[in-house]
Protein backbone atom coordinates (compact mmCIF):
# COMPACT_ATOMS: atom_id res chain seq x y z
CA UNK A 1 0.00 0.00 0.00
CA UNK A 2 1.29 3.48 -1.22
CA UNK A 3 1.70 6.08 1.21
CA UNK A 4 -0.26 9.42 0.94
CA UNK A 5 0.09 13.07 1.56
CA UNK A 6 -2.75 14.73 2.75
CA UNK A 7 -2.12 18.15 1.68
CA UNK A 8 -0.64 17.59 -1.62
CA UNK A 9 -3.33 19.40 -3.20
CA UNK A 10 -3.74 22.84 -1.38
CA UNK A 11 -7.46 22.93 -1.36
CA UNK A 12 -7.74 20.05 0.64
CA UNK A 13 -6.52 21.57 3.96
CA UNK A 14 -7.11 18.15 5.85
CA UNK A 15 -6.85 18.80 9.76
CA UNK A 16 -6.72 15.60 12.34
CA UNK A 17 -8.48 17.30 15.50
CA UNK A 18 -6.91 15.17 18.21
CA UNK A 19 -8.30 15.28 21.72
CA UNK A 20 -6.25 14.26 24.66
CA UNK A 21 -2.72 14.40 22.53
CA UNK A 22 0.10 15.82 24.83
CA UNK A 23 1.10 11.88 25.57
CA UNK A 24 1.26 8.39 24.91
CA UNK A 25 -1.46 7.27 21.81
CA UNK A 26 -2.37 10.68 20.70
CA UNK A 27 0.99 12.25 20.56
CA UNK A 28 2.28 9.46 18.59
CA UNK A 29 -0.70 9.52 16.14
CA UNK A 30 -0.37 13.20 15.78
CA UNK A 31 3.20 12.97 14.95
CA UNK A 32 2.31 10.05 12.26
CA UNK A 33 -0.50 11.72 10.87
CA UNK A 34 1.86 14.89 10.47
CA UNK A 35 4.48 12.88 8.83
CA UNK A 36 1.96 11.95 6.16
CA UNK A 37 0.95 15.69 5.77
CA UNK A 38 -1.61 16.45 7.87
CA UNK A 39 -1.95 19.41 9.59
CA UNK A 40 -2.58 19.24 13.32
CA UNK A 41 -5.00 20.00 16.32
CA UNK A 42 -4.25 18.98 19.60
CA UNK A 43 -6.49 19.84 22.67
CA UNK A 44 -4.66 18.64 25.83
CA UNK A 45 -4.81 19.48 29.60
CA UNK A 46 -1.49 19.61 30.01
CA UNK A 47 0.36 20.88 33.73
CA UNK A 48 2.90 23.40 33.66
CA UNK A 49 5.43 21.54 35.11
CA UNK A 50 5.22 19.23 32.10
CA UNK A 51 4.42 21.80 29.49
CA UNK A 52 8.23 22.26 28.35
CA UNK A 53 8.30 18.75 26.90
CA UNK A 54 4.72 19.01 25.00
CA UNK A 55 6.67 22.07 23.65
CA UNK A 56 9.53 20.36 21.90
CA UNK A 57 7.43 17.49 21.19
CA UNK A 58 5.19 19.74 19.20
CA UNK A 59 7.78 21.20 17.68
CA UNK A 60 9.29 18.10 16.50
CA UNK A 61 5.93 17.74 14.52
CA UNK A 62 6.02 20.97 13.14
CA UNK A 63 9.65 20.03 11.62
CA UNK A 64 7.19 17.55 8.69
CA UNK A 65 5.95 21.29 7.76
CA UNK A 66 2.73 21.55 8.45
CA UNK A 67 0.35 23.53 10.33
CA UNK A 68 0.34 22.31 14.33
CA UNK A 69 -1.95 23.95 16.54
CA UNK A 70 -2.70 23.35 19.67
CA UNK A 71 -4.94 24.41 23.18
CA UNK A 72 -4.25 23.41 26.30
CA UNK A 73 -7.87 23.27 28.19
CA UNK A 74 -10.60 21.21 28.89
CA UNK A 75 -12.35 19.64 25.93
CA UNK A 76 -14.88 19.09 27.94
CA UNK A 77 -16.13 22.99 28.25
CA UNK A 78 -18.55 24.23 25.67
CA UNK A 79 -16.70 27.26 25.50
CA UNK A 80 -13.36 26.24 25.19
CA UNK A 81 -15.37 23.87 21.96
CA UNK A 82 -16.60 26.78 20.94
CA UNK A 83 -13.08 28.62 20.84
CA UNK A 84 -11.64 25.40 18.72
CA UNK A 85 -14.19 25.76 16.80
CA UNK A 86 -13.95 29.20 15.85
CA UNK A 87 -10.55 28.81 14.39
CA UNK A 88 -10.91 25.56 12.45
CA UNK A 89 -13.42 27.87 11.00
CA UNK A 90 -11.11 30.52 10.21
CA UNK A 91 -8.24 28.38 8.92
CA UNK A 92 -10.79 26.80 6.49
CA UNK A 93 -9.91 23.38 7.90
CA UNK A 94 -11.44 20.41 6.39
CA UNK A 95 -11.32 17.79 9.88
CA UNK A 96 -10.66 14.92 7.93
CA UNK A 97 -10.08 12.67 11.27
CA UNK A 98 -11.24 13.17 14.51
CA UNK A 99 -9.25 11.15 17.42
CA UNK A 100 -10.59 11.19 20.81
CA UNK A 101 -8.18 9.44 22.96
CA UNK A 102 -9.30 11.83 26.08
CA UNK A 103 -7.86 10.11 29.73
CA UNK A 104 -9.51 11.42 32.37
CA UNK A 105 -11.45 8.54 34.31
CA UNK A 106 -12.11 7.84 37.89
CA UNK A 107 -9.56 4.59 39.38
CA UNK A 108 -11.45 3.74 42.46
CA UNK A 109 -12.57 0.19 43.48
CA UNK A 110 -16.36 -1.10 43.70
CA UNK A 111 -15.39 -2.36 47.52
CA UNK A 112 -12.63 -1.57 49.76
CA UNK A 113 -12.13 -2.64 53.88
CA UNK A 114 -11.00 0.46 53.95
CA UNK A 115 -13.48 3.89 54.39
CA UNK A 116 -16.62 3.86 52.41
CA UNK A 117 -15.10 7.29 50.48
CA UNK A 118 -12.87 5.09 48.91
CA UNK A 119 -15.13 3.23 46.58
CA UNK A 120 -16.98 4.57 43.43
CA UNK A 121 -20.24 6.65 43.53
CA UNK A 122 -22.83 7.36 41.07
CA UNK A 123 -21.00 10.83 40.46
CA UNK A 124 -17.72 8.84 39.63
CA UNK A 125 -19.05 6.45 37.29
CA UNK A 126 -20.93 9.99 35.07
CA UNK A 127 -18.18 11.75 35.10
CA UNK A 128 -15.50 8.96 33.79
CA UNK A 129 -18.36 8.49 31.34
CA UNK A 130 -19.06 12.20 30.13
CA UNK A 131 -15.17 12.04 30.04
CA UNK A 132 -14.31 9.14 27.71
CA UNK A 133 -17.24 8.47 25.99
CA UNK A 134 -19.92 10.95 25.79
CA UNK A 135 -17.66 13.44 24.63
CA UNK A 136 -16.95 11.75 21.36
CA UNK A 137 -20.42 12.03 20.48
CA UNK A 138 -20.41 15.82 21.38
CA UNK A 139 -17.28 17.06 19.28
CA UNK A 140 -18.33 14.62 16.15
CA UNK A 141 -22.31 16.40 16.83
CA UNK A 142 -20.91 19.87 16.71
CA UNK A 143 -18.12 19.32 14.16
CA UNK A 144 -21.45 17.98 11.89
CA UNK A 145 -23.93 20.82 12.69
CA UNK A 146 -20.65 23.79 12.00
CA UNK A 147 -19.69 21.62 8.34
CA UNK A 148 -16.14 20.94 9.40
CA UNK A 149 -15.54 17.39 8.76
CA UNK A 150 -14.31 16.75 5.15
CA UNK A 151 -15.81 13.97 2.77
CA UNK A 152 -14.93 11.12 3.79
CA UNK A 153 -13.64 11.73 7.27
CA UNK A 154 -12.90 8.92 10.10
CA UNK A 155 -14.05 9.49 13.55
CA UNK A 156 -11.25 7.22 15.37
CA UNK A 157 -11.12 6.75 19.41
CA UNK A 158 -9.19 3.91 21.89
CA UNK A 159 -11.20 1.51 23.86
CA UNK A 160 -9.05 -1.53 25.94
CA UNK A 161 -9.69 -5.18 26.49
CA UNK A 162 -11.33 -3.23 29.84
CA UNK A 163 -14.36 -3.06 28.28
CA UNK A 164 -15.53 -6.42 28.30
CA UNK A 165 -13.07 -7.64 30.98
CA UNK A 166 -13.08 -6.48 34.67
CA UNK A 167 -10.06 -5.38 36.07
CA UNK A 168 -9.35 -4.14 39.61
CA UNK A 169 -10.49 -0.49 39.83
CA UNK A 170 -11.62 -0.13 36.42
CA UNK A 171 -15.38 -0.41 36.76
CA UNK A 172 -16.29 3.17 35.69
CA UNK A 173 -13.50 3.32 32.74
CA UNK A 174 -14.57 -0.03 32.28
CA UNK A 175 -18.11 1.61 32.14
CA UNK A 176 -16.45 4.22 29.68
CA UNK A 177 -15.05 2.02 27.40
CA UNK A 178 -18.12 0.07 26.50
CA UNK A 179 -20.47 2.84 26.05
CA UNK A 180 -17.57 4.25 23.60
CA UNK A 181 -17.89 1.47 21.75
CA UNK A 182 -21.34 1.89 21.63
CA UNK A 183 -21.42 5.18 20.63
CA UNK A 184 -18.82 4.43 17.98
CA UNK A 185 -21.58 1.79 16.37
CA UNK A 186 -24.29 4.11 16.27
CA UNK A 187 -22.15 6.99 14.72
CA UNK A 188 -20.79 4.70 11.86
CA UNK A 189 -24.72 3.26 11.17
CA UNK A 190 -26.05 6.55 10.95
CA UNK A 191 -23.27 8.90 9.72
CA UNK A 192 -22.70 5.97 6.79
CA UNK A 193 -24.81 8.18 3.96
CA UNK A 194 -22.60 11.71 4.93
CA UNK A 195 -19.50 8.99 3.86
CA UNK A 196 -18.11 9.51 7.66
CA UNK A 197 -16.62 6.33 9.62
CA UNK A 198 -16.56 5.54 12.89
CA UNK A 199 -14.20 2.83 14.32
CA UNK A 200 -12.47 2.22 18.26
CA UNK A 201 -9.08 0.64 18.09
CA UNK A 202 -8.71 -1.76 21.38
CA UNK A 203 -5.17 -0.98 21.80
CA UNK A 204 -3.09 -3.60 23.69
CA UNK A 205 -1.46 -3.16 26.87
CA UNK A 206 1.22 0.12 26.62
CA UNK A 207 3.45 1.65 29.04
CA UNK A 208 2.20 5.08 28.79
CA UNK A 209 1.00 7.49 31.81
CA UNK A 210 -2.35 6.65 31.62
CA UNK A 211 -1.59 2.97 32.15
CA UNK A 212 1.07 3.97 35.39
CA UNK A 213 -2.05 5.34 37.22
CA UNK A 214 -4.02 2.10 37.27
CA UNK A 215 -3.64 0.53 40.46
CA UNK A 216 -1.53 -2.82 39.50
CA UNK A 217 -0.54 -1.69 36.09
CA UNK A 218 3.00 -3.53 36.68
CA UNK A 219 1.07 -6.87 37.01
CA UNK A 220 -1.23 -6.10 33.88
CA UNK A 221 2.32 -5.50 31.93
CA UNK A 222 3.66 -8.68 32.94
CA UNK A 223 0.18 -10.44 32.27
CA UNK A 224 0.20 -9.03 29.03
CA UNK A 225 3.57 -10.12 28.25
CA UNK A 226 3.35 -13.59 28.79
CA UNK A 227 -0.11 -13.56 26.41
CA UNK A 228 1.63 -12.29 23.72
CA UNK A 229 3.07 -14.01 20.81
CA UNK A 230 5.35 -11.19 20.03
CA UNK A 231 6.98 -11.55 23.67
CA UNK A 232 6.93 -7.52 23.55
CA UNK A 233 3.99 -5.00 25.07
CA UNK A 234 2.10 -2.81 22.72
CA UNK A 235 3.92 0.85 21.62
CA UNK A 236 2.14 4.22 21.44
CA UNK A 237 3.75 3.78 17.51
CA UNK A 238 2.04 0.71 16.93
CA UNK A 239 -1.31 1.88 17.64
CA UNK A 240 -0.62 5.25 15.65
CA UNK A 241 0.52 3.16 12.61
CA UNK A 242 -3.38 2.04 12.65
CA UNK A 243 -4.30 5.66 12.92
CA UNK A 244 -2.86 6.12 9.78
CA UNK A 245 -3.99 3.36 7.85
CA UNK A 246 -7.49 3.93 8.54
CA UNK A 247 -7.20 7.55 7.63
CA UNK A 248 -6.31 5.97 4.16
CA UNK A 249 -8.97 5.86 1.22
CA UNK A 250 -8.60 2.38 1.12
CA UNK A 251 -9.67 1.98 4.45
CA UNK A 252 -13.11 3.60 3.57
CA UNK A 253 -15.07 0.00 4.13
CA UNK A 254 -14.02 -0.05 7.18
CA UNK A 255 -16.78 0.89 10.01
CA UNK A 256 -18.47 0.92 13.00
CA UNK A 257 -15.29 -2.12 13.90
CA UNK A 258 -13.62 -2.71 17.03
CA UNK A 259 -10.04 -3.59 15.98
CA UNK A 260 -7.40 -5.13 18.51
CA UNK A 261 -3.84 -3.62 17.65
CA UNK A 262 -1.80 -5.96 20.41
CA UNK A 263 0.25 -7.86 18.44
CA UNK A 264 -2.31 -11.00 19.00
CA UNK A 265 -2.58 -10.41 22.81
CA UNK A 266 -6.03 -10.69 22.48
CA UNK A 267 -5.71 -14.69 21.22
CA UNK A 268 -5.38 -16.33 24.47
Same mark, same amino acid.
Given at each position: ????????????????????? +??????? +??? /?????????????????????????? /?????????????????????????????????????????????????????????????????????????????????? +?????????? +??? &??????????????????? &????????????????????????????????????????????????? /???????????????????????????????????? &????????????
Amino acid at each position: MSTRNFNTEEKNNYWALILGG +SSGLGLA +SAK /KLAAHGMHICIVHRTRRSKLAVFEAE /KQSIRSYGNQVTDFNCDALDPVAREKILDFLKKEKARVYVLLHSIAKGNLKPIYSEEKVENTLNGKDFSLTVDAMAISLYDW +SNVLRNAGLF +SDK &ARILSFTSMGSRKPLPNYA &AVSTAKAALEAITRSLAYELAPLGITANCIQAGVTDTESLRLIPGNERL /KQEALKLNPNNRLTTPEDVAAVVYLLSLPEARWING &AIIPVDGGEHLL
